[in-house]
């Protein structure tokens, strides 16, 4: 039988390593869109190297000759566009780069399987929690049919991706899909994202270090899962029969200080928290003595704040039939088992 071919733009990325072994393991060929960047980005995918069904290509999702040429080589089954400016605080400071490529770069791969008459290929979109935006009023959780308002040069390119992606499945009937992913983290996480920045300080911190923590907003509240488990789903919503949008999320919440609160009871630290809004502070407890340990620095403050994020995943848990299986305490220990595996080898 011929194997399935798959693109995935953002392999060096989170999603796009636990995706590329997810797909190898299923058989496919794996195609990984790399950009060309002056530094080693590949830590995540190096162990895939020697398996001879995962090809690297150099691309841009800024760039649409090189799409259309890597799209006209591998001839994709399906496409996974996981490739994109992803931070949403930085946004604010490169908002141009930030729509060329996270909003523009579907634009351009959508174009391109048009322009080469793919019309059998499957095509996934990463949007995002971030497109609905501020907590509104009587609305618990958000789902597929919530209202979108995004706060951020990110969440407005990500929601060009989302309407352009569906543009194209009903102008030109190609299986174009949304997956509505809110926040998924996993040992894998790039590390200036909050929870990464998290278990890495504090797996640091019970090996002795004397570091303090410096962090922004602490009451935000995000909907976290585990990018394994939303791996899955993004493979799950392109084997369905019919294109369609889904959102995948946990349907908990929980605030950056419960977060971090979470990560102290399993490493059993004593956390103390004192003050409010920038004059918060955390310290550690030993004995009598309270040792500072976080802070709150303005600079990671951002111009708008998204305050609370809950998503609603009850069409995608029964339509792609699926349990999770990592909850909030399992991601942790999951986060922190690894950081500290990782700095006690380099101690
Ligand atoms: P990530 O770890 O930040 O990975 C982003 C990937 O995009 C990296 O491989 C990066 O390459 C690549 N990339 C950046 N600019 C590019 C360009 N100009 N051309 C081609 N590739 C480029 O993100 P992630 O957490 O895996 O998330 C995957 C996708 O899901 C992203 O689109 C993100 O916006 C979206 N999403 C993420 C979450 C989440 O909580 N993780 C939730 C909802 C949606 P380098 O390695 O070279 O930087
Ligand atoms: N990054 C970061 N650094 N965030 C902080 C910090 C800090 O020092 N202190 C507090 N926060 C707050 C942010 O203000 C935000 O409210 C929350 O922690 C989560 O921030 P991030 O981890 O950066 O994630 P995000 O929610 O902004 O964006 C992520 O999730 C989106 C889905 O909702 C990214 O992965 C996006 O690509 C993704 O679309």
């Excluded at 869109?33 to 691309?59: A, D, M, T, W």
């Excluded at 729509?99 to 979109?125: N, P």
């Excluded at 009023?137 to 407005?156: R, T």
């Excluded at 990464?196 to 962090?215: E, H, N, P, Q, V």
Aim: aromatic share 12%; with cysteine; charged share 30%.
């Amino acid at each position: 039988m011929k194997k399935k071919i798959a693109l995935i733009t953002g392999v060096t990325g989170q999603d796009g390593s636990y995706l590329s072994e997810l797909l190898l393991s299923k058989n496919y060929v794996v195609y990984g869109l790399c950009r060309r960047v002056s530094y080693f980005n590949r830590n995540r995918i190096e162990h895939l190297r020697g398996n001879k069904r995962f090809k690297l290509v150099y691309g841009d999702l800024s760039d649409y000759t090189s799409l259309e040429s890597i799209i006209k080589l591998s001839r994709p089954d399906e496409i996974y566009n996981l490739g994109a400016q992803s931070h949403v605080g930085h946004s604010f400071e490169i908002p141009e780069y930030t729509s060329e490529v996270t909003g523009l770069g579907s634009l351009r791969i959508l174009e391109a399987m048009r322009f080469l008459g793919l019309k059998k290929t499957k095509f996934y979109q990463a949007s995002t929690s971030e497109l609905f935006g501020e907590k509104q009023k009587g609305i618990n959780s958000f789902n597929e049919k919530s209202l979108m308002v995004p706060k951020s040069p990110y969440g407005v390119s990500k929601l060009y991706s989302y309407w352009i992606t569906k543009v194209y499945r009903e102008a030109y009937g190609l299986f174009a899909c949304n997956g509505i992913l809110f926040n998924h983290e996993s040992p894998r996480r790039g590390e200036t994202f909050v929870t990464r920045k998290i278990t890495m300080f504090l797996a640091k911190k019970i090996l002795g270090s004397k570091d303090i923590l410096y962090l922004g907003n602490l009451n935000a509240k995000r909907d976290w899962g585990h990018a394994k488990d939303y791996t899955e789903l993004q493979w799950k919503i392109l084997q369905q029969s019919r294109a369609d949008d889904y959102v995948i999320a946990t349907g908990k919440t929980t605030s950056v200080r419960d977060f971090i609160n979470e990560c102290c009871k399993y490493l059993k630290i004593k956390i103390i928290w004192q003050g409010k809004g920038v004059n918060e502070k955390a310290y550690i407890l030993n004995g009598k003595k309270k040792d500072l340990i976080i802070k709150v620095d303005k600079k990671y403050y951002r111009p708008l704040e998204i305050d609370y994020l809950r998503g609603n995943p009850q069409k995608a848990l029964k339509k792609l039939n699926y349990k999770l299986k990592y909850n909030l305490k399992d991601l942790v220990k999951d986060m922190l088992d690894s950081d500290i595996k990782r700095f006690k080898k380099s101690m």
